[in-house]
């Protein structure tokens, strides 16, 4: 029986460093919640804040990895420095040596997930990542565990904070996306660079794992459609509040049984009704349909050093509980294999669609005629006063396949009456 379980944390940035704080501050409470002492052992770090808000024993900092990944006395290796460089290499020697692994790295779990879970299950240890999606929610406990008995058929999700705050600030002063997103990084919200939040790859990488759990699968990441929210226009969101409906970035994942599973992540004109048209802020959410439970939601905080950090160290005592096993925990049993991404083109939907035209008769018919021979079929179509012999046309169409619509849209910008496609935003939720 060992005495205490000790942790080794690759990495002291924002997250890491929340780790540290919580394990030192709250190490009696932890102890007493996991019933045997969680000792933070050993950091590896390339960047050292001075001075630490927190005491650090002598001999805890490291810069050698190996007083981690191959050091006998640590039972926990924590990785909180993401990519999928460095951290891929120390999960599989972290695992590959016996250690449990806990990290808050989304695009490790979605690219190399099933790999890792293969070396953890071959060793008798555990990999955990509930930091990994939506920082304090714990959606991946609640997928894992509490629905394990459920059957999961849809799932929509606000998974990026960064791109919600800026919607909403769109959404309720008026602004144009350069003006929220300036906003947002300002506040620290959004990278310098924020390609990777804007251009939705944090959010996919979510839901590749999200869906992974909930469809008891495993994906190719580069079938997942994505695409992100630099297109949208303060214009679009007016038009669409004025339809009935919210833009968010909407993770989405849909069990469409032999056909494979939709997964895609876009903006998405949500009914104001809905609960997701409602989350406010960097907040995130999660709304599951299953066989059992009906409807539900997870919300919360989705990012930030402690909301992350609490996620990582509840992994490290839920590992620190079930540490007396000698075998993988059950729950990583979640990848019973590999399925198909539905691809885009047979994914259906209704659609919204703004297109700046000539101001002269004739151009609804040019363009409904378009319409008619891919068979697009309109719902509504609105037309705001023209201005300097321009007009704005909106179209909202009833639902049709993706291949469709891409396809008359291709042949709506070979019109001498169309000047520009403005926006093309699908509508409603799956």
Known sequence: MKDAIKVGLIGLGTVGGGVARILIENEDSLGRRAGIPVKLAKINTLVLKNPLPYPLADGVLTSDIKDLVENPEIDIVVECIGGVGAALDFARRALGNGKHFVTSNKELIAKYGPELTEIAKSNGVNLYFEASVCGGIPIIHGLKNNLASDNIRKLFGILNGTTNYILDKMTREGAEFADALAE????????????????????????????????????????????????????????????????????????CGEKGVQLRVHPTMVPLEHPLANISGAFNAVFVEGDYIGQAMFYGPGAGMLPTASAVVGDIVDIAMTHELTHSHPSMLTNFGPREVLPMGLVESEYYLRLSVADKPGVLAKIASVCGEFGVSLKSVDQPEAEGGLAELILVTHPVLEKSMQEALAKMRGLDVVMKVESLIRVGLA
């Open 184 to 255: 947002a990084q300002k506040l620290g919200y959004a990278e310098q660079n924020p390609t990777n939040d804007v251009d939705a790859f944090d959010a996919a990488y979510k839901l590749s794992i999200l869906a992974g759990l909930a469809f008891h699968s495993s994906f190719k990441f580069d079938q997942i459609h994505f695409e992100g929210i630099r297109s949208i226009s303060a214009s679009d969101i007016a038009y669409a509040k004025s339809l009935g409906y919210a833009i968010k970035l909407i993770a989405t994942g849909v069990d």
